[in-house]
């Protein structure tokens, strides 16, 4: 089955950090550029982060530069986002989405996992 | 930084009807639009891409069109499942930059 399966989420206060995880399967993830995407509770939708297949590009909203790291590791089909400096601002459920296109950045959002929350909070 | 706004905000209609949201651009994006359907408690599912195209197993009944600022996208009979929010996205290649719109809900007259 293709899939994305998002983890690491949870409560952290204020400053904190915490690192999400998506698994893939079902498909070759090494040929695809992957992506966050959040939703704060009862709000729209917000990209967060975008990383080509060969991680050779990485881009960022603003609102998260500086502070969010994006990562894969295509031996283990998984994609993370380590979160530092975490900010009230910064719940939301976090998603996992895949690129439309193989090879390149379509930057439109074919595949979704269920999405993790984040809450930060003290 | 190109916003997105969708009108309206609210779309009350029965089933059958014909649904038709709208989504306007602060300035040209081409034809770099797509659409999204969430329903409550599930990730959103990609119908549209670059304005016009259907993605993989949507039904006929979604259309999209415009370019450029103004787009739309058309329902041409509401099934039960239709009842949903409704979102636009667009992306801009440089600066790297993807911004949605805030949601257009259909929901159940």
């Known amino acids: 089955e293709v899939q994305l399966v998002e983890s690491g989420g949870g409560l952290v206060k204020p400053g904190g950090s915490l690192r999400l995880s998506c698994a893939a399967s079902g498909f070759t993830f090494s040929s695809y550029s992957m992506n966050w995407v959040r939703q704060a509770p009862g709000k729209g939708l917000e990209w967060v982060s975008s990383?080509?297949?060969?991680?050779?590009?990485?881009y960022y909203a603003d609102s998260v530069k500086g502070r969010f790291t994006i990562s894969r590791d295509n031996a283990k089909n998984s994609l993370y986002l380590q979160m530092n400096s975490l900010r009230a601002e910064d719940t939301a459920v976090y998603y996992c989405?895949?690129?439309?296109?193989?090879?390149?950045?379509?930057?439109?959002?074919?595949?979704w996992g269920r999405g993790t929350l984040v809450t930060v909070s003290s | 930084e190109i916003v997105l706004t969708q009108s309206p905000a609210t779309l009350s209609l029965s089933p059958g009807e014909r649904a038709t949201l709208s989504c306007r651009a602060s300035q040209s994006v081409s034809s770099y639009l797509a659409w999204y359907q969430q329903k409550p408690g599930q990730a959103p599912r990609l119908l549209i891409y670059?304005?016009?195209n259907r993605a993989t197993g949507i039904p006929a009944r979604f259309s999209g069109s415009g370019s450029g600022t103004d787009f739309t996208l058309t329902i041409s009979s509401l099934e039960p499942e239709d009842f949903a929010v409704y979102y636009c996205q667009q992306r801009s290649n440089w600066p790297p930059l993807i911004t949605f719109g805030p949601g257009t809900k259909v929901d159940i007259k």
């Open positions: 670059d304005a016009s």
């Open positions: 989405a895949r690129d439309l296109a193989r090879a390149s950045l379509y930057w439109y959002f074919d595949l």
């Open positions: 990383i080509s297949s060969s991680s050779s590009y990485i």
